[in-house]
Each structure stands twice: as C-alpha cells, then as structure tokens.
C-alpha cells in the first residue's frame, strides 16, 4: 500500500511539474522557426558555393527570403528544396526575431558578408553565422 501512494505521489509532482510545458504551444513553435532558419541559412551557403553563386538573404520581423544572383544584387527567387519558386519562411504566430536580422548574402565561397547572431524570440539558443567562413550554428 504504500509503494503504491509513493508511485501516486511521484507521478503527481512529475504532472505537474511536466504538464505545463506541454501545454505552452509557442516554445516549441519558436524553437522549429528557429532550427527552420538555422537550415534555411546553411541551404543558401551551400547552395552559393554549388552554383557559383551570391545568395542574399533578406529579413523582416517574422519572415526569411532567399534570393540568387550573379551578383551581390540577388535579383532571382531561390528555389527551395521542395520544388517551390521561391524560398520564403514565415514565422508562426507569435513567433518573431528578438531583433530583426541585418541582411546580408554569401558569395561563391559561401563566405558571408557580414557574420551575426540572431535570436528568435522563445528560442534559447542563438543562430550563430561566422563571418570568416560562414559557418552557420
């Protein structure tokens, strides 16, 4: 009898300690437009070094576009791996950069630039492009 009380009690403090995080929808949507930008931006490094290419990538407070050119003026829509036109991500509701990101491009060497931190708001961890290699993590 009482192993079972003290197996009652634990599930009851892991319920409420656990429970609520389930519930908070907007942590975990941060953190997936976060991890969708980290890759979306090693996308566009390495698409930049296969085609030669510069490619810009332009932000707004909750939106990511990508764009492909000859030169650092990126004039052509990047098409995502999908198959899509272009290459845009939108953040979910709620869901935006703490600051919104300056834009910049990767060159034919997939070298950035200008090296940043962004942060998505709700996100803990920082994406990080490293402006000498650009390096994206």
Do not use: W
């Amino acid at each position: 009898m009482v192993e079972l009380i003290m197996v009652i009690v634990i599930a009851g403090i892991l319920a409420a300690v656990a429970a609520p995080r389930f519930f908070e929808v907007d942590v975990f949507r941060s953190r997936g437009f976060a991890d969708e930008v980290k890759a979306s931006l090693r996308y566009a490094q390495k698409t930049a070094i296969a085609q030669r290419r510069f490619v810009c990538v332009a932000f707004t407070a909750n939106r990511v576009t990508l764009t492909t050119g000859p030169t650092v003026d990126c004039g052509t829509d990047l098409q995502s791996p999908t198959g899509e036109a272009s290459y845009v991500i939108n953040a979910p509701a709620n869901t935006a950069f703490a600051v919104t990101p300056a834009n910049f491009n990767f060159n034919a060497l997939g070298r950035p630039s200008a090296g940043q931190v962004i942060n998505v708001t709700g996100a803990t961890n920082a994406i990080t492009i490293e402006a000498e290699t650009g390096y994206v993590h």
